[in-house]
């Protein structure tokens, strides 16, 4: 058996990266930008950043901003259409994972058009070309999309998040700039942070796992535990730190997988449109307990990451209860809520069903079943 590693051909780390973007633009011999962006980032001045550099430079570009926080198929077909009629020939994707993710399927349908079917992408796709090349540039730090191959498309109809796992989507450059991090207010900062922390732990103890992407993991809980709290004060420390921990974790996750907390964490966001860290937030914990039989030694590793003293002289009941105990205190202390009051037993079965369904549930390291996955979600009420 043979482990894969994907990431993107280039990337761009630290303050004032985005100066790099109209380098990288000339180099690929790109004419024309999608500027992939959801409309506050556009009524707040962030994403002009981007743009004020590409007019400086001269550089042709058509903006596309009907992203929604969790993006839909609709959203995703009429960007398809605005792409064509830019006859645009690559994409900036700027904000979060929803601008990044709804770049994502744009791209890859318009390289790929007998996948029109938005749907048809869900899974593992069988798609022959790489999407329209993407810049990414992350205003957020959790989801890690600018590195990752992965992207989740809501369907309003059905009431369901889909999981698309494609290496034909991974960004060709990632422009990781904490300057465009810096006006994400408290809330989104904890929410994402706590979405990466996440990616880390769930990477790290996932089916998949293996020697390269624990490194990954391992640095990403480490930085990440050590920077959100100060990120969510708005410290320039905290907020570098938070880039750059975010990544590593995508550097990991995206090629190994996740589990039950973001397959949980899907469910709740489709149905009562739960901010999608928040969600990982209250179930990272929960899901952490459920697993530990199945994870060896590895809550030791992740106590020891977050901080946690001592922990060579703890037996393994202690150091797992210490992973668990600092991920709810990391939780609490930027202000995650661990219960959510929309929550209604009588839809736990669908929830169940469709977390069950969830393209990120067979990498969990314990089997869960529909019943096991309504007992934890019963946990949040």
Sequence with gaps: MSN????NPTSYH????????ANEARSHGFQ???VCSDPDLVKFGVTAKVTNLLD???MAYALYSDIKPNPTIENVLHGVEALKSAQAD???AIGGGSSMDTAKAIGIIVANPEFGDVRS????APTKNPCVPIIAVPTTAGTAAEVTINYVITDVERKRKFVCVDVHDMPIVAIVDPEMMASMPKGLTASTGMDALTHAIEGYTTKAAWEMTDMFHLKAIEIISRSLRGAVQGTKE????MALGQYIAGMGFSNVGLGIAHSMAHTLGAVYDTPHGVACAMMLPIVMEYNADCTGEKYREIARAMGVAHVDAM??????KAAVDAVRRLSADVGIPSKLPALKEADLDFLAESAHADACAPGNPKEASVEDLKQLFRKLM
Excluded at 4 to 7: K, N, V
């Design 90 to 92: 690559y994409i900036i």
């Design 4 to 7: 894969r590693i994907a990431l």
């Design 121 to 124: 992408l869900e899974g593992v």
């Design 32 to 34: 024309k930008a999608f």
């Design 14 to 21: 630290g303050a004032g990266a985005i100066q790099e973007i």
């Design 315 to 320: 037996n393994e009941s202690e150091y797992r």
């Design 56 to 58: 400086q430079n001269g």
């Design 238 to 241: 905290g907020r570098e730190g």
